[in-house]
C-alpha cells in the first residue's frame, strides 16, 4: 500500500504540475490513463467526497463509456464530448482536466463524432468502484429518493470506511426518511464491528428499527455467532434472536397487508373490466361476446387521446398528464357509441334469440379485432402513464403502486355511480322495469326499446372506461379484449348473472383467492386453481352467489 | 415489313430465351415462417430479411450461378401446420433447403418430416438446445451463447442472488433448468435461486414484482428473465413502480431484442440488459452496410434476378436484430456450402457446410461438426432508443447444444 502511495505520489511529482493544481481533477485523469488496477482503485477512492460537479461528471460517462482520450505525438487528454451536437451530428471534445474545448493548433475547437471515437477503458471492477464514489457523491444529491436508495445499499456494503461520511451526513441532513436510512445504514455497518458493544447496540437497534433490509444480514450474524459462541460472545446471540424474530413478525403483518392491498387491486381490476358485462349479460341477458372489444375500443381511444394532447402540450408536462382524465370521458362516449351502433344494427334484432347473439356478437369481436390491426397495426400500442400514476407510496414497507390506487378508487366510483343510476334516477327506475318484466313495463308506458338501447350504450360505455383504465396496467393491441373476456364472464356468472353487487363480490372473492394463492402456488397453478374452484361452486349453486329472480330471466 | 418481321422474330427469340435462363438457371429456396397469427409479429421480419438477402445474392451473381427463387409459405403460427407446409416444400416445390422456425415447438413439429425426406433447415432463434438433427443447421444461440454468457456477467458483478423469471413454456423451463446447474455449480446455494414461471399473456406482476422487491432487499440481487414478448409490459412497469431499478436489481431478458422494442416501451427498460450473438448497434464496417441497405431495401422491396413481387413488407420503423443476422448468415453459409460442393444435393452440402466460415456484421461465424455456430456474444444495456449499448463482448463462443458438455458433466 505505502509502495502505491509513493508511486502515485511520485506520478503527481513527475508531472509539471504544482501541489495547489493536484485536484480531483488531476487525480481523476490520472486515474483514467492509468493502467494498473491497483493504482486506479486508490485513485478513485482519494475522489471520495470531492465536490467539483465536472469529477462526478466525467466519472458518470466514465463508467458509462462516454470518457474518450485525445492522443497526440506523446499525451494523452481524456475528455467529454459536449452536450450539443451541430448538424454533423459534431460535438466539442472538453478536455475533463480544466473543461475547455480542445483546439487544434490553429485555435479552432476539434470536432468530433461519437461513432469514430473509443471509450476509455473501464473494467467492471473499475466500474464499481466508480459506482461506490458516485454513489458517496450521492449522498449529497437533491432527490431524497435517491438519496436514500444510494445510503441503504451503501449500508449494505458495511464497509466501515464509509461511517465518517454518514456521520457527516446525518449532521446536516433534513429529511427525516434519509436520517432513518442513515441510521439504519450507520447501524448496519456496525454490525459488522469487532467491537461486541457497538455490535450488540446495533443489532437492538436495527430489531427496533424493524429494518426489512438488514435481516437477512442479522440472520446470517445469528447462524455465525452460534457457530463460533465464542468469537461472537452470548449477547450477540440473543440480541440477534431477538432482532429477527421482531423484524420477521413486523414482515409478517407487512405481508398480510400488502396480500390483501394487491388481492384489492386485483379484484379492483377485475371488476372495472366486468362491471359493463355484468349490466349488458347480467341484467339484460345479451350474451355479448364483443365485450372486450368494446373496452378494446376505449383503451384505443386513450391511446389516442394521449396523441393528440402530447400534440397539443407536448411529451410532458401538467397538460399533458391530464390527458388520462380526457381519455376515461372520451373513452365512455366512444365506446357508448358503438355499443349503440351495435345494440341498433345487431342485437335488438335477437334479444329473443340468445344463442344467435352470441354467434353474432363474437362475429362482430372478429371484425373488431382485424378493423383495428388494420387501423393501428398488429403491433402493441404504446400509452403512457401519466406522471402523477407512476410511483408508489410505502406505507410501513408495502408498496402501494398510483396506478393500482387509482384503478380502486375508480372501481368504487363506477359501482357507485352505477348504483346510484339504478336506484337514484327515472331510467334506473325503467330499467329495473323492464328487466324484470319487459311486457309489463311495456304495457305501463315504458318505451322498452328506447331503454334497452340505453342500457346498453351504458354498459358498453363502462367497458370503454375500463379499457382505458387497463391500458395504465397492461398492453394495448387488437387482443386486449380476449384477455379478459373470459375473466369478465367468469365474474359475471360466479356472481349471478342479473346482480351488480353479486359481480363485485364475486371479483373481490376471486381476486383475493388468486393472491393468496399465488406465493404458495405460482401463477401457473393458482389460476388453475381458482377456475377449478369456481367449477366446484357452480356445481354446488349453479346460479351463482347471488341468486335474482325475475321472470325475464327464467323464461 | 422486313423490318417487322425481323423485330418480332427477335422478340421472340427473347422471350424464349428469357423463359428457358429463367426455368434452368434459378434454384428454389424455402421460407417456413409465420407470416399470420401471434407469431406474425416476430417471424414477418425474418421472411423480410431472408427476402432482402436473396436479393443481395442475386444481384451479385446467385448461388453457383443460379437465381434463388424464393418458395414462401405461411404456417400461420399453428404448430401442426408447420410439418405439413414443411413436407409440401420438400415434397410438391422441392426446394434445395428451408430457411424457418421460430418457436421450439414449430421446430420439433417439423423435424421429422426433415429428417424423413431429408430436407435442410436452417433456425435462426436462440433456444433451449438438447438437440441436434442431422437435418437442421442451428445457427442460433445455444444456451451457452446467451444464458451462461450473462450469467457470468452477472456473477462477475458481484450479483450473489438470481430471480429466474420465465413465461411457462419449453424454452424458459430447460434453459432455467440448466442454469440452475451452472449457478450451483458456481457455488450459489439454493436459497438465493428462484425460479418463477407465468402464463403466457399474464398481466398481474404484483405478487412476483413484491416477491423480488423482497429477494433485492438485501442487495446483490438480479432478475433473469425468459418472459416472452407483450408480458415485458406489466412486468417492467410494475417492476418500475416498486422503485426497483437497473441499479438495485438490474434484469437481463433474452426474449427481448431490437424488433421487440418496436412494440415495447423501452424507457421502462433502460439500463437492463440483453445478450445476444448481435446488436444493431454493432460497429463494424460489414454492419453499417447490412443495416443500411436493409433499411433502404424496405422502402422498395424486390428480388433481383428474377420475376418475383415481394409484398407485405412494412417500410415504417424497422430495425435489424439477432435472429435477423443469423438468419442472413445461414444463407451465405449455404451459399458458400453449395459453391464448395459444387451441387445442390443435401447429403453434399451437409458435409460441405461443416468448417465453413462467413465474415458476418457480428464479426467471423464458423460452423461447427455439431452444426452450431462459433460466433461471439455481446452483453447490451437497453438505451431510451430501444437500441443496445455494448457493454461486454465475448469473443468465439463455440455453440454447444447439451448442457450437459459445458457443465462438465
Not at chain 1, 228 to 240: L, N
Not at chain 2, 43 to 48: A, I, M, N, W, Y
Not at chain 2, 321 to 337: D, F, I, T
Request: overall charge neutral; glycine content about 8%.
Amino acid at each position: 500500500m505505502l509502495l502505491m502511495l509513493t508511486a502515485v505520489a511520485w506520478v503527481a511529482l513527475a508531472r509539471p504540475v504544482s501541489a495547489a493544481d493536484f485536484s480531483p481533477r488531476t487525480n481523476l485523469v490520472q486515474a483514467i490513463l492509468s493502467e494498473d488496477l491497483a493504482e486506479q482503485t486508490q485513485l478513485i477512492q482519494n475522489l471520495i467526497g470531492a465536490e467539483d460537479p465536472m469529477v462526478q461528471q466525467a466519472l458518470t460517462a466514465w463508467r458509462g463509456g462516454s470518457v474518450y482520450i485525445f492522443e497526440t505525438n506523446d499525451t494523452k487528454v481524456p475528455f467529454l464530448l459536449d452536450g450539443t451536437i451541430d448538424a454533423n451530428s459534431n460535438a466539442k471534445g472538453i478536455r475533463i482536466i480544466d473543461g475547455e474545448p480542445l483546439k487544434d493548433a490553429d485555435g479552432r475547437p476539434l470536432l468530433f463524432v461519437t461513432t469514430d471515437l473509443t471509450p476509455a477503458d473501464a473494467s467492471s471492477k473499475v466500474r464499481k468502484l466508480i459506482k461506490v464514489a458516485l454513489d458517496l457523491f450521492a449522498l449529497g444529491n437533491a432527490n431524497p429518493k435517491m438519496r436514500r436508495d444510494a445510503i441503504t445499499k451503501l449500508g449494505q456494503e458495511q464497509n466501515a470506511d464509509y461511517l465518517p461520511h454518514f456521520e457527516a451526513r446525518t449532521k446536516i441532513e433534513t429529511d427525516k426518511e434519509v436520517i432513518q436510512s442513515l441510521v439504519e445504514a450507520v447501524a448496519l455497518t456496525q454490525v459488522a464491528s469487532e467491537d461486541a458493544k457497538v455490535r450488540v447496540a446495533a443489532i437492538q437497534k436495527l430489531g427496533e428499527m424493524r429494518s426489512i433490509n438488514s435481516v437477512s444480514f442479522l440472520k446470517q450474524i445469528e447462524t455465525d455467532a452460534r457457530k463460533t459462541p465464542d468469537k461472537f460472545g452470548p449477547e450477540t446471540i440473543q440480541a440477534a434472536h431477538a432482532a429477527v424474530l421482531a423484524i420477521d413478525s413486523y414482515m409478517a403483518w407487512g405481508n398480510l397487508f400488502g396480500t390483501a392491498f394487491r388481492g384489492l387491486s386485483l379484484s379492483a381490476v377485475l371488476l372495472v373490466a366486468a362491471l359493463g358485462l355484468a349490466i349488458t349479460f347480467g341484467l339484460m341477458g345479451v350474451i355479448n361476446m364483443a365485450h372486450g372489444e368494446v373496452m378494446m375500443v376505449g383503451a384505443y381511444t386513450a391511446y389516442v387521446t394521449q396523441n393528440i394532447f402530447k400534440g397539443w402540450f407536448g411529451a410532458s408536462g401538467g397538460g399533458f398528464d391530464s390527458y388520462f382524465i380526457a381519455a376515461l370521458v372520451a373513452s365512455f362516449i366512444v365506446a357508448g357509441l358503438v355499443g349503440l351502433v351495435l345494440e341498433r344494427g345487431v342485437i335488438r334484432f335477437l334479444y329473443k334469440r340468445p344463442l344467435e347473439s352470441l354467434l353474432a356478437t363474437w362475429g362482430v369481436s372478429l371484425l373488431l379485432q382485424q378493423l383495428f390491426r388494420h387501423i393501428f397495426g398488429a403491433a402493441n400500442v404504446q400509452v403512457s402513464s401519466p406522471s402523477w400514476m407512476s410511483g408508489s407510496y410505502v406505507i410501513n414497507d408495502v408498496l402501494l403502486a398510483y396506478n393500482r390506487v387509482f384503478v380502486i378508487g375508480f372501481a368504487v366510483f363506477i359501482v357507485v355511480g352505477t348504483y346510484l343510476l339504478l336506484t337514484r334516477t327515472s331510467l334506473g327506475l325503467q330499467i329495473r322495469a323492464v328487466m324484470q318484466n319487459r311486457a309489463m313495463a311495456s304495457c305501463v308506458g315504458v318505451r322498452t326499446d328506447r331503454v334497452n338501447m340505453m342500457t346498453f350504450a351504458y354498459g358498453s360505455g363502462l367497458a370503454g372506461m375500463a379499457g382505458a383504465c387497463l391500458s395504465q396496467i397492461g398492453n394495448v393491441g387488437p387482443g386486449l379484449g380476449q384477455n379478459y373476456i373470459i375473466d369478465c364472464f367468469m365474474v359475471v356468472v360466479l356472481g349471478g348473472v342479473g346482480n351488480v353487487f353479486g359481480t363485485v363480490s364475486a371479483s373481490l372473492g376471486v381476486g383475493m383467492t388468486d393472491q393468496i394463492l399465488q406465493p404458495w402456488l405460482g401463477a401457473v397453478m393458482g389460476k388453475i386453481t381458482v377456475l377449478g374452484a369456481i367449477i366446484l361452486f357452480l356445481q354446488w349453486r349453479p346460479a351463482g352467489l347471488f341468486v335474482t329472480r325475475s321472470r325475464s330471466l327464467e323464461s | 415489313m422486313k423490318s417487322f418481321k425481323q423485330s418480332f422474330l427477335a422478340l421472340a427469340a427473347g422471350v424464349v430465351m428469357t423463359l428457358t435462363t429463367h426455368a434452368a438457371e434459378t434454384v428454389k429456396v424455402g421460407i417456413l415462417h409465420s407470416l399470420s397469427g401471434t407469431m406474425a409479429i416476430s417471424e414477418t421480419s425474418l421472411k423480410d430479411v431472408l427476402l432482402f438477402t436473396f436479393d443481395e445474392i442475386n444481384k451479385s451473381g446467385g448461388v453457383a450461378g443460379k437465381m434463388i427463387e424464393p418458395v414462401i409459405v405461411d404456417p400461420a403460427s399453428n404448430w401442426p401446420l408447420f410439418a405439413e407446409k414443411a413436407e409440401q416444400l420438400l415434397a410438391k416445390d422441392k426446394v434445395s433447403v428451408v430457411f424457418g422456425c421460430w418457436t421450439s415447438v414449430s421446430r420439433k413439429s417439423v423435424l421429422p418430416v426433415f429428417e424423413r425426406m431429408n430436407g435442410l433447415l436452417f433456425y435462426p432463434v436462440q433456444y433451449e438446445g438438447e438437440e441436434l438433427s442431422k437435418n437442421i443447421f442451428y445457427t442460433a444461440e445455444a444456451v451457452n451463447q446467451q444464458a451462461i454468457p450473462s450469467v457470468d456477467y452477472m456473477l462477475a458483478e458481484g450479483k450473489k442472488k438470481f430471480y429466474l423469471l420465465g413465461s411457462d413454456y419449453v424454452y424458459p423451463r430447460t434453459t432455467n433448468k440448466i442454469l440452475k446447474q451452472y449457478l450451483k455449480s458456481k457455488g450459489i446455494p439454493d436459497e438465493d435461486i428462484v425460479e418463477i414461471y407465468t402464463p403466457f399473456g399474464h398481466t398481474d406482476y404484483q405478487t412476483i414484482v413484491a416477491a423480488i422487491k423482497k429477494f433485492a432487499s438485501a442487495g446483490k440481487a438480479c432478475v433473469i428473465s425468459t418472459l416472452n414478448g407483450d408480458t415485458n409490459v406489466p412486468f417492467f412497469k410494475e417492476f418500475a413502480n416498486a422503485g426497483l431499478t437497473s441499479e438495485n436489481c438490474p434484469v437481463v431478458s433474452f426474449s427481448i431484442s431490437e424488433d421487440e422494442f418496436r412494440g415495447l416501451p423501452a424507457k421502462d427498460l433502460v439500463g437492463h440488459l440483453g445478450c445476444w450473438t448481435y446488436f444493431m448497434s454493432i460497429k463494424s464496417p460489414e454492419n453499417t452496410k447490412f443495416v443500411k441497405d436493409f433499411l433502404g431495401w424496405v422502402k422498395a422491396p424486390k428480388v433481383s434476378g428474377i420475376d418475383y413481387t415481394v409484398s407485405g413488407v412494412d417500410p415504417k420503423g424497422r430495425v435489424t436484430c439477432s435472429p435477423m443476422n443469423l438468419s442472413r448468415m445461414g444463407v451465405y453459409l449455404w451459399k458458400q456450402a453449395v459453391e464448395k460442393a459444387g451441387s445442390f444435393e443435401v447429403d453434399k452440402v451437409r458435409t460441405a457446410l461443416i468448417g465453413q466460415k462467413f465474415k458476418g456484421p457480428a464479426g467471423e461465424v464458423t460452423m461447427q461438426e455439431n452444426h452450431h455456430l462459433v460466433n461471439n456474444a455481446f452483453i447490451g444495456e437497453t438505451l431510451a432508443s430501444g437500441q443496445f449499448k455494448i457493454i461486454k463482448t465475448l469473443n468465439g463462443v463455440a455453440g454447444e447444444p447439451f448442457s450437459e458438455k459445458f457443465l462438465g458433466k
